[in-house]
């Protein structure tokens, strides 16, 4: 086991921020890196040391794998934690970092490599009594024959690029007539997305719930869940809100889900924190979706139902230590509740804003936290991810939380950026949800931009409505159309 010193952070903004508090708490120093439009970013100051690394095109920043291997070197830096998105699941620079001598602190590049075409996770995970969608385990390239194996799944069905994300490469397919069409525009944009054009198919679930559990494993054999965290609310097939515990899972599902969880950890000789995902059913059937090989971005809520510092648990099982909890003592405490705080105009199909933030002020309180990467008079910049903050509370029950995270949302003061605040108390207003009762389609289903109206005085709404119109133009410009 090698204690580890110092850390370089190969991220930014709110994980970059999260990741030093846990470092702090252990005494371990941090380097942060950054990008010309990250200067001012609190991350920068709050870390021990900073260096910058290039303009604010991540490419030419905070992707450039081997100038971040280097300062490891010359700071003389122990291990390299990668957050989520830019390298955090890159196999190649995983490798790189090990062959250097540093620490990564996640997975083996092999495990990421497994876990990172649909295609191949789904063929480890078979051989290991986890739950798989009916479809294809290969690529499918003959549209004769895939039709053949759609018409036995029976429509509607689902294709998938193998290298996909966020929705791109997807096609859902409701009858023979329309499949070719919808295959060859799904091989299309995976090409142009992934430079990989490979897709398979599979039976498309109707009314989809997206539930996931957290896992920790360890260089001993030693591997726990961490319950399931529940991410139906999504729009553009991303998250907006997420809740820990399910409101839907009984203890004996919770199991099953959690075993099979374990087991396709197994199935790759996982190591570090890493994510199932599920897709579940209206009859309670659960199928393996795909394993996130990082940190998530929702892992606060499962760290204030369990009491556990997944951060910390990262930098321990990156240094050889063996878990020392056993699922036996994990126990879930209350409810929490994630909003991810969008620079984006929810009234305008979340179309991503750019701006000031003229007025920033965060709530406070009792089982009240905020994740975030910014200060009042801050920019949001136009090449990353438009997350303002994270918003998670934590009641001693779910109806309790929900109360809890409108409190806190009326508290928060974000001015000069459109902001999914309110979009925020319509869900969480809304009957659907309230009732538990939901699935990945609630936003198209339920949700009608001028509802948010509701949550606006009309003095309010004038002055929404003349900020948007002075804006509009920007969204028109040139450096804002590849977003």
């Not at 997807?170 to 997305?193: G, T, W």
């Not at 001993?220 to 399910?246: D, L, M, T, W």
């Not at 003061?413 to 939901?438: C, M, R, W």
Request: net charge negative; charged share 25%.
């Amino acid at each position: 086991m090698k204690k580890i010193q110092k850390i370089l952070i190969a991220n930014r903004g709110e994980i970059a921020l999260r990741i030093i508090r846990t470092c702090k708490q252990m005494n371990i120093k941090t380097v942060a890196i950054y990008s010309e439009a990250d200067s001012s970013s609190p991350h920068v100051s709050s870390a021990d040391e900073a260096v910058l690394m290039g303009p604010g095109p991540s490419i030419q920043s905070y992707l450039l794998q081997d100038k971040i291997i280097a300062i490891c070197k010359e700071k003389q830096v122990d291990a390299i934690h990668p957050g989520y998105g830019f390298l955090s699941e890159n196999a190649d620079f995983c490798r790189k970092v090990i062959e250097a001598g540093i620490i990564f602190i996640g997975p083996s590049p092999e495990a990421m490599e497994i876990m990172g075409s649909k295609l191949s996770a789904k063929n480890a995970v078979k051989h290991f009594e986890t739950p798989l969608v009916p479809g294809t385990d290969e690529p499918i390239s003959d549209i004769k024959v895939a039709k053949e194996i759609a018409s036995k799944i029976g429509y509607p069905i689902l294709i998938k690029a193998s290298a996909g994300g966020g929705g791109k490469g997807m096609r859902i397919v409701k009858e023979e007539a329309e499949f070719e069409e919808q295959m060859n525009l799904a091989k299309s944009e995976a090409m142009s997305s992934f430079g990989d054009d490979a897709c398979f198919i599979e039976k498309y679930v109707t009314s989809p719930r997206h539930i996931e559990i957290q896992i920790l494993a360890d260089h001993h054999g030693n591997c726990v869940y961490v319950f399931e965290r529940e991410c139906s609310i999504q729009r553009r097939h991303q998250k907006v809100i997420e809740e820990a515990p399910s409101s839907i899972l009984t203890p004996e599902i919770r199991e099953k889900m959690g075993q099979a969880a374990i087991n396709a950890a197994r199935s790759c000789n996982y190591t570090n924190a890493g994510t199932v995902e599920f897709i579940f059913d209206e009859d309670k059937n659960f199928y393996f979706l795909e394993m996130n090989t990082r940190l998530q971005v929702e892992h606060p809520v499962s760290e204030m139902i369990s009491g556990l510092d997944l951060v910390a648990w990262q930098i321990k099982i990156a240094e050889g230590h063996p878990l020392t909890i056993k699922q036996e003592d994990l126990k879930i405490n209350g409810h929490a509740i994630e909003l991810r705080v969008y620079a984006e105009n929810p009234r305008e199909n979340f179309v991503p804003d750019i701006g000031t933030l003229s007025v920033y002020k965060r709530p406070e309180g009792e089982g009240v936290r905020v994740d975030d990467g910014f200060e009042e008079g801050m920019s949001i910049p136009i090449f990353y991810d438009p997350m303002i903050a994270k918003l998670i509370v934590h009641a001693e029950n779910r109806n309790a939380a929900i109360a809890k995270l409108k409190e806190a949302i009326r508290a928060y003061k974000i001015e000069g950026i459109a902001n999914t605040l309110d979009f925020g108390l319509f869900v969480l207003d809304h009957p659907q949800f309230l009732s538990g009762n939901y699935d990945t389609h609630f936003v198209p289903n339920f949700f009608k931009p001028e509802w948010l109206d509701g949550y606006l005085t009309k003095d309010e709404q004038d002055i929404l409505a003349s900020f948007m119109i002075a804006k509009r133009h920007v969204f028109e410009q040139d450096t804002y159309r590849d977003l």
